[in-house]
């Protein structure tokens, strides 16, 4: 079978990490900055970064509705961090004129897991996706505080404030938390798990 096409959306954020963890599944990487390179590609990924300046620069460079319709119309799409935001149907603690695709039935909360602990390490359990525990890095992250019928939460993480959702899946869409594409080493389990089984 030919190797799969995946996009990273390029506009703001730590594109070169997810292309390179792509290159790693033994799929090709190809950037996505204009409308027309959703066209071309298998699936995408939308990188952490800030979700409000991506938004902006979505519709400044009209990719916002064209990749929101091809998201309804069923392209596999990975958000991490400020990826989930964008996806998220409803945003807790978002900018007060921010906007999100809204393709994904979740509240998730922006910069959830408060001040003190801005960006932290810890181990997750990835059991449900088949991949082996790893390292996960979570960097002003957010958490999914409620999510639809059609969603499955796929891994949680616990706070003082309890357990939190952290990866999830609803159809052809998987968010996640924290940044599966730092890792200390090659294993990638979450981004194999998308470009094998979500975008399949
Ligand atoms: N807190 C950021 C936001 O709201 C997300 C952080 C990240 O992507 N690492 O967009």
């Known amino acids: 079978m030919a190797s799969k096409r995946i996009g990273v959306l390029a506009l703001q954020g730590d594109v070169r990490e997810h292309v390179h963890a792509i290159s790693q599944c033994d799929a090709i990487a190809t950037l996505v900055r204009k ?3 959703l066209r071309s590609i298998d699936a995408l990924i939308i990188p952490g970064g800030e979700s409000t300046t991506i938004s902006k620069l979505l519709k400044i ?3 916002f ?3 929101q319709m091809a998201i309804e119309d069923g392209l596999p799409v990975f958000g991490t961090c400020a990826g989930m935001i964008l996806l998220a149907k409803n945003i807790i ?3 007060h004129d921010q906007e999100t695709l809204a393709t994904m039935d979740v509240t998730v ?3 959830a897991f408060g001040r003190q602990v801005d960006s932290f ?3 997750i359990d990835l059991s449900q996706i088949g991949a082996p525990n790893a390292t996960a890095v979570f960097i002003r992250a957010p ?6 019928i059609g969603v499955e939460i796929l891994a949680t993480v616990q706070s003082d404030s309890g357990s939190h959702a952290v990866l999830a899946r609803e159809g052809k ?16 389990g979450v981004h194999q798990y998308f470009i094998r089984e979500v975008a399949s």
């Open 35 to 37: 409308a027309e390179d």
């Open 65 to 67: 509705e064209p990749l």
């Open 93 to 95: 603690d978002g900018s």
């Open 121 to 123: 390490e810890t181990e």
């Open 143 to 148: 958490w999914i505080e409620r999510s639809g």
């Open 61 to 63: 460079f009209e990719v």
């Open 173 to 188: 869409q998987l968010v996640s938390s924290f940044h599966p594409e730092i890792v200390d080493n090659e294993s990638y």
């Open 109 to 111: 909360r922006r910069n």
